[in-house]
């Protein structure tokens, strides 16, 4: 699940707003290509 994470066994950290994008990538991105994404404002 976006925005909520699950620590022993209960979920914590509500995302109390919105997620505009999401990205999945099946593999680790570098610093840059993270910056790049970043840069572009996607």
């Not at 066994?9 to 570098?30: C, E, I, M, P």
Request: no cysteine; charged share 30%; net charge negative.
């Amino acid at each position: 699940m976006i925005g909520r994470a699950k620590f022993g066994g209960n979920q914590v950290d509500y995302l109390d707003g919105t997620v505009d994008q999401v990205h999945l990538f099946d593999r680790a991105l570098t610093s840059t290509e993270v910056k790049t994404l970043d840069d572009s404002g996607r």
